[in-house]
């Protein structure tokens, strides 16, 4: 039976609250704590006779407070800056730049009057920027470029400028913009990429110097240039025609240093003949003036003789090269003898049948014009009878 139920005398429910079912209400909350104050022995103050009515707190128990308080604002104190991590240290939200960053590891700050903010100066960030731009022969082409930088200095990071990486982008937008618009797009499709890559890295520099925001620019790609949709299948038979006239151009360069070589090779050799034939032309000259200057005592001391020596010597020259016979006719000698290996010529001997039934006609038409004609007999008999007058 429950205590407040009617006919319930006691015994085994009572009053929870130590009533004896006067008051059904709640018990007095300052009676508890003043109850709690006593079994704790008045450590907090008060005992049987506090100082102030209504009990309290006293001194020592303040300082219990205060130095609870005190740890856990210490521990409270403590972070962890990672390896690639800086950390900018504040104080009452001024940053002092003689304490410099804070370095990796396990640090401590004063909670409430310090803050430290984290920046990272290790990863490489990255930057796009792209656009539709004008070129110098006024065309319009898409480009897009990627800018990699990295933070070198936390505290200019943050309080150089309001947004660096905004500002960032803003300079690389100015500076790809102003290189596209003096460039012509011939060169930023084909062969000057590079020239336009390295003259914007240069003009960002440029840019963001005085601002001093704390970042060093890693690298700049310049990515694929296109035309507008719209145009680029013309501008793509550009571009094949291009790469053609380069293909072109290296093959002639390549004949070039093929054929140069052997050109300069022929041209030594020319030069060397014509110095041997002119070695020669000079020696056989010289020769030539050396004999006649040794003929000539002989010729001053016998002219007749030596004038028809130096005939038949000529004569001997002149008919020794020749294929004609002479016959001859005074004598009516009916016995002839034709030198038939003397008549045909070496080259044709040592050729094929063919050559040799060409040979055969050739000398059968020899002999008949030997034989036949005329004017050969009566001019054989002359030049008998002048070498017979001279003998």
Not at 344 to 362: D, K, L, N, Q
Request: charged content about 25%; hydrophobic content about 35%.
């Amino acid at each position: 039976m429950a205590w407040n139920e009617p006919g319930n005398k006691g015994g085994g429910d009572r009053d929870p609250w130590g009533n004896n079912n006067k008051n059904q209400g709640p018990p007095d909350l300052d009676e508890v704590f003043k109850k709690l104050n006593r079994s704790l022995g008045g450590i907090l103050g008060g005992g049987k006779k506090p100082s102030v009515p209504g009990g309290g707190v006293g001194g020592f128990g303040i300082s219990i407070i205060a130095v609870i308080l005190l740890v856990i604002w210490v521990a409270s104190g403590f972070y962890t800056i990672k390896e690639a991590e800086r950390g900018v240290k504040l104080t009452f939200g001024r940053y002092n730049q003689e304490a410099g960053p804070v370095e990796p590891g396990l640090n401590w700050k004063a909670t409430f009057v310090q803050d430290v903010i984290p920046v990272d100066v290790e990863t490489i960030r990255s930057l796009p920027a792209s656009g539709f731009m004008l070129t110098e022969d006024e065309n319009v082409v898409r480009v897009e470029m990627d800018v990699q930088y990295r933070v070198t200095d936390s505290a200019k990071y943050l309080f150089s400028v309001t947004a660096p990486d905004d500002s960032l982008a803003q300079a690389t937008d100015s500076a790809l913009r102003y290189v596209v618009g003096h460039t012509s797009m011939d060169d930023i499709l084909t062969t000057g990429r590079e020239v336009v890559r390295s003259q914007t890295w240069e003009l960002i520099e440029e840019i963001i110097a005085p601002y001093d925001m704390g970042v060093s620019i890693i690298d700049v790609n310049f990515l694929p240039a296109r035309p507008p949709e719209e145009v680029k299948d013309a501008f793509d038979d550009a571009i094949a025609a291009q790469e053609d006239e380069q293909r072109y151009i290296r093959e002639a360069e390549a004949y070039e240093r093929e054929i140069e070589p052997r050109a300069r090779g022929r041209v030594q050799r020319i030069e060397q003949e014509a110095q041997a034939y002119k070695e020669q032309v000079v020696l056989k000259a010289q020769g030539e003036v050396s004999r006649f200057v040794q003929l000539l005592p002989e010729y001053e001391a016998a002219p007749e003789v030596t004038r028809n020596r130096l005939y038949l010597e000529t004569m001997e020259q002149v008919y020794g090269n020749t294929s004609k016979v002479l016959v001859d006719a005074q004598n009516n000698n009916s016995m002839m003898y034709l030198p038939i290996d003397k008549l045909v010529p070496s080259e044709t001997r040592s050729s094929g049948s063919s050559a040799s039934s060409s040979s055969s006609s050739r000398n059968s038409g020899v002999s008949q014009d030997n034989f036949g004609s005329e004017p050969t007999r009566s001019s054989t008999g002359r030049s008998s009878e002048r070498s017979s007058g001279r003998n």
